[in-house]
């Protein structure tokens, strides 16, 4: 049975070099081939040896995801539904700015944490997602993206912030980060890559010791238990005060720190003196916080606040010497922006 391509590792393929005594530079080539070279067709490197080429042709599966349908906003967001090998299906996203792009990625099919304000969560959950469904899902979004906008296709950040909690599916996610920075093959600078959870304890414990350099964001949302209790039920197993400890120990640097994502709901936790609490929480942590519009869809029980109180909100929480930006509502109109993904339920779109 044939390995896939887009699950291994670099150091999966000096491993697999070396047990059919080809150089370990083989395994350079390849990355560089088939991730930097963007190619769709065998290795003919000059350099790459016959055995290297029967080993390729016997032994590794370049398979990927299909880009089933895409919807494309007025702002050039562009949603992909991509159908994996079973026939299940899961959506990611390509988010435009200044010419330059982001992929929100999904790390699972549907999701278990049942989080209130979230679409995905009303879809249930299948299964995880496979480091090679992941990475399929960029390679896919980079061709696309390549053919369809050649003057300006230009992937610089990478979030897991589509479908799925990352940190429930560690080890596909870790693998999956670690493909994306080697330098050999996509070489995303660590720091342009987030990693956002809930608050899946298990997960950040084991962060420290084998997540490689990229960053965390955690879904905060309330520093009230009763609130959060209420829109991510998995505070009553993993509480903030047993979470934010753990999050203070991950490595940091001058271009990494904690991302706290708060979205802010109309008449929910959007009063002046919960932000007061969650800036005395933070102010003493190296901590970045992103203010996020509640994207409303079919059937949501919250409403989204006015662009005067977020910024208000904003200007309580840097009263506290904590940065703080409001992130900008993209590709909401065709149910891609933050918490709206769920192709279950979404009307029929057209591929473009």
């Not at 084998?210 to 960053?215: A, C």
């Amino acid at each position: 049975m044939k390995m896939p391509f887009y699950a291994l590792s670099l150091e999966d393929l000096v491993n697999l070099a070396k047990a059919h005594k080809l150089p370990p530079q083989t395994s350079r080539h390849m990355f560089n081939w088939y991730y930097k070279k963007k190619n769709i067709f065998p290795c003919v490197l000059h350099n790459f040896s016959f055995e290297a080429q029967r080993v390729e042709k016997e032994l590794l599966d370049f398979s990927l995801p299909a880009i089933s349908s895409l919807a494309e906003s007025e702002d050039r967001t562009v949603k992909f539904l991509i159908t994996l090998a079973d026939g299940e299906r899961v959506e990611a996203v390509l988010i435009p700015f200044q010419k330059k792009y982001t992929v929100c990625l999904s790390s699972q099919v549907g999701c278990l944490m049942k989080c209130s304000f979230c679409f995905t969560g009303e879809q249930g959950f299948k299964r995880h997602l496979k480091t090679e469904e992941i990475i399929g899902q960029f390679i896919q979004i980079q061709r696309w993206l390549k053919e369809k906008r050649p003057d300006d296709h230009k992937i610089l950040n990478v979030v897991f912030m589509g479908q799925g909690e990352p940190l429930h599916n560690f080890d596909a996610v870790k693998k999956a980060c670690e493909i994306l920075i080697c330098q050999w093959g996509l070489s995303l600078a660590g720091h342009k890559i987030t990693v956002s959870t809930a608050g899946y304890l298990p997960g950040l414990l084991r962060w420290k010791q084998e997540m490689p350099d990229v960053n965390v964001a955690l879904s905060l949302h309330s520093v009230i238990p009763e609130k959060r209790d209420s829109l991510i039920p998995l505070n009553r197993k993993y509480p903030l005060a047993e979470i934010l400890p753990v999050l203070e120990q991950i490595p940091q640097g001058e271009k990494r720190f904690v991302t706290y994502e708060y979205l802010v709901l109309k008449d929910f936790n959007d009063s002046e003196d919960e932000i007061h609490q969650l800036g005395s929480l933070l102010k003493d942590k190296k901590a970045f916080i992103n203010l996020i519009p509640f994207n409303p869809y079919p059937g949501s029980r919250y409403q989204r606040p006015g662009d005067d109180r977020i910024f208000r909100l904003k200007e309580i929480i840097e009263s506290y010497g904590l940065p703080a930006t409001v992130r900008t509502t993209k590709g909401h109109k065709i149910l891609a922006a933050c918490g709206q993904l769920n192709h279950q339920t979404e009307k029929e779109v057209y591929l473009t």
